[in-house]
């Protein structure tokens, strides 16, 4: 029961900062970057962090902790499974309405794309959530995979799903500080600089501090082992590999000692 | 035998990261930002992402997987013990060393200290860091700290080792962002701008994109139950409490199920 309380506690305290990480980036964006619009101008741009954080890290970290709620461990996992699949769609569909708007943005005022090294690990990470959430599907969604190719695939999907999260935190944190740093410049429209630390330099630190916390608040969720569904057998089937990614409660301790006994 | 050709490979992947790291990471600041210098100059600020790289990044990361190195599985844990500890207390002394130069460099200059998100993000990582290694230390070489706490502190330990490398990950990706942002601006000592890619982009940009794959190598290695040290109780004594981190091969079915049971 202890763990169960634990556990809920964990996760009001990762809704309550998902909750303000979007709450954040819209006020830093409607209160002091001018708001929002989509006809090529500096308010066309502003839609970019808001989707990201909120497709990338928001969405896609609550998406990734969805099977540790202990309501979702009845005997039927494909509901649930839909529920994960679609929320990552979601996830992915304003992940790709966020990147347009930096694209669109760029293109419309003769700005390079895909030159900084914030682009390039931004790039790289939607990429690589792409590949996830397509292999995701054909793997665990598609009746036709076979339960053994299930198996063998899962830990690397939990591991990566938890690697994408860092991924986005990272160039979340990288495009915060890039933007504070081309908007608080002294003398442009009268604003303070980034390093007189006004209000707006403020609320994007503070946001990006939240997206770190939200981040760990989702990995700790992920990696703690008596928080995760128990499954003796996968589904239907019965697992014919065993697991070895982060997050899995099946014993090593044989593969382990074997491992030792034949070398 | 597969799973130990398998790590070695993997670990030779992760010392040849580190090693371009580190060359990457020198040939930028020697051959486009300078070179080095300890006189409150621009030079002097380039010592800045050497040590941070090659303390916080690479040595820090090799530290961490020491005990997943085979070698390391005897009887006596005493000398790797020391090892880890002290490959981690260079690594803190490497970032300190880098701390002051970015400090000295800021307060010969008159610039602000601590603005930036890409400094906050920093700063935490070290006190973090502090944080651990002390925690670290008292708790795992002290003699005198009784086994039940080293058993019940090493998951805390285990997973705060993994969460450090990925915020001095997330601050070397958005302080190589920013210092590029800086120093490469158009008419600025004859450079290309950063959005023109110049060769200086391109490499520090692979600098970055080489500390996230060295990162996720050592992430990789972290996790895999597989490559974990084995050790059925705590050097001499027993585990009093059961292990619930990201690395542990403890079997934790019987956990879940009572807990089930419990509510």
Not at 51 to 60: A, E, R
Not at 245 to 260: Q, T
Request: with cysteine; aromatic share 14%; proline share 4%.
């Amino acid at each position: 029961m202890r763990g169960i309380v634990a556990f809920y506690l964990t996760y009001l305290l990762c809704l309550i900062l998902g909750i303000i990480c979007v709450a954040l980036v819209v006020h830093w964006n409607y209160s002091y970057r001018g708001g929002f619009a989509w006809d090529g101008s500096a308010k066309h741009f502003n839609w970019h962090p808001v989707f990201m954080v909120t497709g990338m890290v928001v969405l896609y970290g609550n998406a990734a902790i969805l099977y540790r709620i202990p309501l979702t461990w009845g005997h039927n996992k494909l509901p649930w499974k839909l529920l994960h699949a679609g929320l990552l769609l979601l996830s992915f569909i304003l992940s790709v309405i966020g990147l347009c708007a930096v694209f669109n943005y760029h293109n419309a005022n003769n700005i390079s794309n895909l030159y900084s090294l914030h682009s390039w690990v931004g790039i790289c990470t939607t990429a690589l959530f792409t590949a996830q959430w397509v292999m995701g599907f054909s793997t665990f969604l598609l009746p036709c995979t076979p339960m053994s190719a299930r198996a063998f695939i899962k830990p690397t999907h939990v591991w990566m799903g938890g690697i994408i999260l860092v991924l986005s935190i990272v160039s979340c944190i990288s495009g915060i500080n890039e933007k504070l740093f081309f908007a608080l410049k002294e003398n442009t429209n009268g604003t303070l600089p980034y390093s007189a630390l006004p209000p707006e330099a403020i609320t994007a630190n503070s946001l990006g501090v939240i997206i770190v916390a939200f981040g760990l608040v989702v990995l700790k969720i992920l990696s703690n082992q008596i928080w995760q569904r128990p499954e003796t057998g996968y589904e239907e089937g019965v697992y014919q590999v065993k697991d070895k990614g982060f997050y899995d409660v099946f014993d090593y301790s044989l593969i382990v000692c074997n491992l030792r006994t034949k070398t």
